[in-house]
């Protein structure tokens, strides 16, 4: 499989909220995931590949097995039906890039198929603590007959949140398990990380706007540096429930980059993007992105 990606990379990604739901719990009435003991916002590694796997279908064209899809009746189609449109495992490996990217768990019969995909992330948390907010208000509509007066709506939000995911692909996982996970795979996954959170524009989620994305390609194999999410900080001078938006503090990558420098031999390439609203510093003192990974090997990303 000569296509097969060839390099570890690891994936660095934030992204902020703005009076909207990042990920509610189903079982916490659909309020957005927050961790009692800091404060600090949480979002699954499911709902990022969601965006990810809606912005491929639905904006590139792209075949993708794990995706809401209907009969002619309008009855949603099984795990099943989905298996029987495609035929083989191999027929929806080679055809369905979220497989490719991420695995999957299905078994249905006499069919099995167990993935783990190359590509996984971490929990996203937040780089501050949060303000959960709830909204009460009402409908025009009536909620059923013999009722003149429409009803009550309710939702949580939070009324900012910036979140950190940090993910990693695994090159080991793709040769292992015959998964044929190209390094074009892998840039249109990235390309729907960035532009998939952009439209992400329904009721509860609307207010999402990517605000940096860098992966960082080695050059050899086995190796990653780590926990990328963990050496940048939000530096701010209000509290943390009262930040609103981007430019309520800074990005202190001061960590970050110290910690690419010192790896700079083993680093092949890091591609990257960011928000023009996004404010950096470096050593206590605000700097370009390009500026701070200066002597490193990069390429801006154009979406």
């Not at 909207?20 to 719990?25: E, I, M, R, S």
């Not at 994305?213 to 509290?239: A, P, W």
Request: proline share 3%; aromatic share 8%.
């Amino acid at each position: 499989m000569e296509n097969v990606i060839k390099n570890r990379a690891e994936i660095l990604f934030l992204y902020d909220v703005s009076f909207a739901n990042p990920n509610g719990d189903p079982v916490d009435e659909n309020k957005p995931r927050i961790d009692e003991e800091t404060g600090i916002n949480i979002v699954t590694d499911v709902r990022l590949k969601r965006t990810i796997r809606d912005y491929l279908a639905y904006y590139k064209g792209k075949e993708v097995f794990i995706i809401e899809t209907r009969k002619d009746n309008g009855e949603l189609r099984t795990k099943k039906d989905r298996i029987e449109d495609f035929g083989t495992n191999e027929d929806i490996i080679a055809k369905c890039i979220d497989v490719r990217l991420f695995g999957a768990t299905t078994a249905v019969k006499d069919k099995m198929m167990i993935l783990t995909g190359p590509v996984q992330f971490k929990y996203g948390k937040s780089l501050h603590r949060v303000n959960l907010m709830y909204v009460k208000g009402t409908t025009v509509m009536p909620s059923g007959e013999g009722r003149e007066q429409g009803t009550f709506t309710e939702k949580y939000i939070l009324p900012y949140s910036l979140i950190a995911f940090y993910g990693i692909v695994n090159e080991n996982a793709a040769i292992n398990q015959n998964i044929p996970l190209t390094d074009e795979d892998v840039d249109l996954m990235l390309e729907g990380m960035w532009n998939g959170t952009k439209n992400l524009m329904s009721g509860s989620k609307i207010g999402h706007m990517p605000r940096l994305l860098i992966e960082v390609v080695y050059q050899e194999n086995n190796y990653q540096i780590g926990e990328l999410e963990k050496r940048i900080k939000f530096v701010h001078e209000m509290e943390d429930e009262e930040i609103r938006d981007i430019q309520d503090g800074k990005l202190d990558i001061t960590e970050l980059v110290a910690v690419l420098k010192q790896n700079q031999e083993k680093i092949k390439l890091i591609k990257y993007i960011y928000d023009d609203r996004v404010t950096f510093t470096c050593n206590g003192e605000e700097c370009t992105l390009e500026k701070a990974l200066k002597g490193l090997n990069i390429q801006k990303l154009q979406y």
